[in-house]
């Protein structure tokens, strides 16, 4: 490698290092878009929304949770639905009895009890 007057190597300069502790990273595409001291706030910079994607199980312990914010443009409840594209290279799936939809499922709310009925909650 090339030296710097017996300084750091010259493939070093201009490098920066990311900002996070505890190997949680940050980046944004815009100076200033993430918030500052908080992840969920109010309201966001450039009006942004804020959402929380987790990779853990919720019995998972707090120390071991997985989990990125994302600040969006559009919550992501407003997506359209997934349409299937035939593309032209092969993609092999192992789903054989169903393929299954990326799309938002819930379940759809119970009736509500009679005025006056008797409920077991």
Same mark, same amino acid.
């Given at each position: 490698?090339? #030296?710097?007057?017996?300084? *750091? !190597? *010259? ?29 969920? !706030?109010?309201?966001? !910079? ?12 919720? #019995?998972? @312990? +707090?120390?071991?949770?997985?989990? #990125?914010?994302?600040? +969006?443009?559009?919550?992501?409840? $407003?997506?359209?639905?997934?349409? *299937? ?7 092999? $799936? ?5 393929? @299954? #939809? !990326? ?19």
């Amino acid at each position: 490698m090339v #030296t710097n007057g017996g300084e *750091r !190597p *010259r493939v070093f300069e201009g490098l920066q290092y990311q900002s996070g502790f505890g190997n949680e990273f940050q980046s944004e595409a815009i100076p200033g878009a993430l918030p500052k001291g908080q992840n969920n !706030p109010q309201v966001c !910079p450039f009006g942004l929304y804020a959402e929380q994607l987790s990779g853990s199980a919720f #019995t998972a @312990p +707090r120390a071991h949770n997985e989990r #990125t914010w994302l600040y +969006r443009i559009l919550p992501s409840v $407003t997506h359209e639905p997934f349409q *299937r594209v035939e593309a032209s290279w092969r993609v092999v $799936t192992h789903f054989q009895s169903s393929q @299954p #939809t !990326p799309n938002q499922l819930r379940w759809a709310p119970l009736d509500l009890p009679a005025a006056g009925g008797e409920v077991d909650f």
